[in-house]
């Protein structure tokens, strides 16, 4: 998909396309690093691409992501940098998902 479809769907602009696609904008946490967020984000991206997304099934991949990421504590270091009094191993925010 070229980055100015990538836009149109996203309703952003084609530069901002080209910054994520290059880490320039949007990279605050290494999420990549976890497989399943990867396959995740791979597979609403795929859904999109394709048309078979509507937004309620959007909004549902992208609160699926969210959870998952929360539940695994990768939100932690954006949480930290926001709030350096913030003690991590006692914060327990994320854990309250079901």
Known sequence: MKQREAANLLGITQTAVSKYAHHVRGRVLLMEKE???EIL???TAALLANGNLNRTALALQICTTCKFVRKKGLMCEL???VDPTLDI???KV?????
């Open 35 to 37: 497989k399943k967020v």
């Open 41 to 43: 984000i791979s597979k």
């Open 79 to 81: 949480c930290k940098r």
């Open 89 to 91: 191993q006692q914060c």
């Open 94 to 98: 994320c854990l309250f998902l079901k």
